[in-house]
């Protein structure tokens, strides 16, 4: 009947949200551990714009473990994602110290289902390994009965991954031990401490990244001289700094700290050999119409951040985004998609004074972005108590299969 049913089957759905780095991270000092040469501090996105959801499922019934990526079957066998499974199933076995009356009925070999879903295009070349092993671990953990410290766990998946277990303002910690457990990410300030920062994520036209950031940062790593100066000098300079700019919400201060610290970045990858091109011509145009902007504002009204792809990632102030957006909208006009250039947190329209479109707006360059997704600081991974929400119906099997 329904009860023996239950007991077959258990099931758990988590959500879990894209980070940005604005001290980036860029460099292992262990590949197997995933642990960084220096550390890093992000803003965790909204999940209403962006979010992995995970739903992961365990039955004595299942005869393999299978995993589905946005309705299509994958590989379970990837090192990585095994490696947080292994990790969430130790915790489970250390935290029932093997006694007899388990805290979680689940035996461990049971197979696992595992269904995960982005409600954003992953080709965009947004953080998508982030809020997928992090949401992965969420669900994982609930599923085991496993509390406490994970972002160490989905750090073992993807390094920025351990950023996206908390909300707001996240440090990660390089740390120092050898074997990674004090690598771990840290609240610096909840979403809710600087209400008016909002995001804006330009994406531009752009194909697949020309080198992914696991090979990219390994030749970094082994042949830019700036990358190591980069990691043991300036970096821990600029993490107090940041940290001090978030806590008083400086905006003037955090806003030319993220675009120097990105200008930085790309700048390592220009000295790592053979060099590493992750900004394209339309990347340029929009860091010299940011400079043009605030140029003519006399003070930083908008910030950027690229990470190891094109699209531009800019910080400003809910006062600033109306007008902003139609200063991108007349230099970057819509190709084809006019009404759907801005999606997200709605935007009010906005007339720029014609001083303002001399200086700012020079030539147009049609359709250099694709469009423009509009967002805020957000929490950090969530549990969906709604059964209707899974992604695995009761026979364990995809819901909505592609």
């Given amino acids: 009947g329904a ?18 780095a604005v001290i980036k991270y860029w460099g292992k000092r262990d590949n197997d551990l995933i642990l960084p040469i220096n550390s890093s501090l992000s803003v965790t996105l909204h999940q209403d714009q962006l979010k992995t959801t995970t739903t992961a499922a365990v039955s004595r019934d299942f005869t393999e473990d299978r995993l589905w990526l946005n309705g299509e079957e994958a590989d379970m066998g990837h090192p990585r994602l095994q490696a947080c499974l292994r990790e969430v199933r130790r915790l489970a076995r250390k935290r029932r110290g093997g006694s007899a009356e388990d805290a979680s009925p689940l035996s461990q070999s049971y197979k696992i289902h595992i269904a995960t ?7 965009a070349g ?3 390994s982030a809020a997928g092993y992090a949401c992965l671990v ?42 990674g457990r004090d690598s771990l990410a840290h609240q610096v300030a909840p ?24 090979a990219g940062m390994q030749t970094s790593v082994d042949t830019s001289p700036l990358l190591k100066h980069r990691a ?13 700019h978030i806590r008083e919400r400086d905006f003037e201060g955090f806003g030319q700290l993220t ?17 590493i091109f992750y ?24 910030a950027y951040t690229f990470d190891a792809g094109p699209n531009a990632v800019i910080f400003t102030l809910a006062d600033t985004v109306a007008e902003f957006v139609e200063v991108v909208r007349r230099s970057f006009p819509p190709a084809t998609n006019g009404d759907q250039f801005v999606r997200g947190l709605p935007i009010d329209s906005a007339s720029l004074p014609e001083e303002l479109v001399t200086t700012v707006v020079t030539e147009p360059v049609p359709g250099a972005v694709q469009y423009i997704l509009h967002t805020k600081p957000g929490p950090g991974p969530q549990l969906l108590d709604d059964p209707s929400q899974h992604l695995l119906g009761a026979d364990g099997l995809p819901r909505h299969c592609a």
């Avoid at 879903?117 to 080709?123: I, K, L, R």
Wanted: glycine share 6%; hydrophobic share 40%; aromatic share 6%.
């Fill in 117 to 123: 879903q982005n409600n954003f295009p992953t080709a």
């Fill in 279 to 302: 900004l394209n011509d339309f990347s340029r145009q929009i860091i010299a119409l940011a400079h043009r902007f605030n140029a003519h504002h006399g003070h930083t009204k908008v």
């Fill in 259 to 275: 675009m120097k610290d990105s200008n930085q970045f790309h700048a390592t990858c220009l000295d790592t050999f053979p060099p």
């Fill in 232 to 244: 043991e000098v300036v970096v821990p300079e600029r993490l107090a700094l940041m940290m001090r």
């Fill in 138 to 179: 969420s669900a994982l953990a609930r599923l085991y009965g496993v509390e406490g410290e994970l972002s160490e766990v989905a750090r073992r998946g993807s390094g920025s991954a351990c950023r996206s277990m908390l909300g707001g303002f996240v440090q990660w910690q390089r740390g120092e031990r050898p074997d």
């Fill in 126 to 128: 947004l953080a998508s």
């Fill in 191 to 214: 979403e809710t401490h600087w209400p008016e920062l909002r995001v804006l994520i330009l994406v531009v036209s752009g194909e697949k990244k020309p080198v992914g950031s696991t």
């Fill in 3 to 20: 009860m023996a049913e239950e007991r077959t089957l258990s099931m758990v759905t988590c959500t879990a949200p894209v980070n940005i």
